[in-house]
């Protein structure tokens, strides 16, 4: 296996730390990898995964749907939203059965965003690194971990874990 000279700073005496940096240092590398092929489609990440959700929910992307599913606080939804409303990507649309809920709709310029970005040459290539049956573990892994933390941060249950501190 093949490791940059730099896997070595993450060397701790807490290895709990130390995988919390490896994790968060691969995460924004692929992140940046991503961000990097995008520019030329004009959108960020963040934005695709928007468009992502707001596919995959249908007549069901509401700003709160959308908060839940991407795991951002709802003004942070709601700004990029707002953002990409205003680059003709998605739309508000007021619910006719219920006057005070908003749905978010896919534009067909962000129908033709989505469909662009559904490349992603350097995710396939950087988790090509992996075989399969790694990639299974690595899933596995990564679903337990996000898991115990949506319930670190109460959104699996009603009240927050006592604190450590």
Not at 12 to 22: G, K, P, R, S, V
Not at 68 to 88: E, N, Y
């Amino acid at each position: 296996m093949e490791y940059d000279e730099s896997a070595k700073f993450y060397s701790t005496e807490d290895q709990d730390q130390d995988l919390w940096l490896l994790l968060t240092h691969a995460r924004y590398a692929m992140f940046r990898s991503r961000e990097k092929e995008l520019q030329r489609y004009g959108v960020s990440p963040e934005q695709v995964g928007l468009l992502f959700v707001v596919q995959a929910l249908g007549n069901k992307a509401t700003p709160a749907a959308l908060s839940r599913h991407i795991i951002r606080q709802p003004h942070t939804v709601s700004a990029l939203v707002d953002r990409m409303a205003k680059r003709g990507l998605v739309k508000k649309v007021k619910d006719l059965d219920r006057k005070n809920l908003v749905r978010v709709v896919m534009t067909e310029k962000g129908q033709k965003t989505y469909e662009l970005s559904t490349k992603r040459g350097p995710i396939h290539r950087i988790l090509n690194s992996l075989s399969e049956e790694e990639k299974k573990v690595l899933r596995d892994l990564l679903e337990r971990l996000l898991a115990k933390a949506r319930k670190e941060i109460g959104l699996d249950r009603d009240e927050l874990p006592p604190s450590d501190l």
